[in-house]
């Protein structure tokens, strides 16, 4: 490591510049020259503008020594954001499926709490999560962050979620015509994530968009399977 503290510091910023806050971190414990470079203010800085671009800037327009504690600072108030939606999520889930109206709930509040494409990836679309939240991620990032289709098709196959399958199930409740009831209708489609992110499957996503749109209409939405791939 000797032999890379010759390196020019603005040489060693520059590539440092490309990594992101995990690696920089470890980069940063393997030697005294590293250590320095990694703590810059320019390099944190930089990293907050990219993970969260539609922040308030506060962090650029008034830099100090606490760059990197603003960074963790705000990384860690992202984890518990993500952990209350999830938790609310699991709550609304027991049985397996969620109601529309807690679905969308859910994507309210991650954007209420201000969470970045970035923050999805990391908290949402882990594929140890229930599909339901891989699936309440993407549709908060397509429809609220207004993310290009290319770019969560790409986080989707990295986090190895995007196969995954969800059934959505909608039906209309007993209804009348001229004065005769008629019988209820059910109906259901399974889609994955990707052919719902590809916009593929346009009735599918326009019922997750709208929700409960008639009076005596329920819209459900289930996993397919646990681990599916």
């Known amino acids: 490591m000797e032999r890379w503290s010759c390196l020019p510091c603005d040489l060693a910023l520059g590539i440092v510049s490309f990594l992101e806050a995990s690696d920089v971190c470890s980069l940063g414990i393997c030697s005294r020259f590293w250590r320095d470079i990694c703590s810059s203010d320019s390099i944190w800085i930089a990293l907050y503008a990219r993970r969260w671009p539609s922040a308030d800037g506060h962090l650029v327009a008034s830099p100090s020594q606490e760059c990197k504690a603003l960074y963790i600072d705000k990384h860690k108030k992202m984890a518990s954001a993500a952990s209350a939606v999830i938790k609310y999520v699991e709550e609304w889930s027991r049985n397996g499926s969620l109601e529309i109206c807690y679905y969308l709930k859910a994507i309210s509040d991650l954007g209420s709490m201000k969470l970045g494409f970035m923050d999805v990836q990391l908290f949402l679309f882990r594929r140890e999560h229930n599909v339901l939240l891989n699936l309440i991620g993407m549709h908060y990032c397509i429809s609220l962050l207004e993310i290009p289709t290319v770019d969560v ?77």
Request: proline share 3%.
């Open 153 to 229: 098709m790409e986080a989707l196959e990295i986090c190895q979620v995007l196969k995954r399958q969800v059934c959505v199930r909608w039906f209309m409740l007993r209804r009348r015509f001229y004065g005769f009831p008629m019988p209820d209708e059910h109906r259901s489609h399974t889609v994955s994530l990707g052919d719902l992110a590809m916009g593929k499957e346009d009735e599918v996503l326009g019922l997750l968009n709208r929700g409960t749109i008639h009076e005596g209409m329920s819209v459900r939405i289930s996993a397919v399977g646990s681990n599916a791939a």
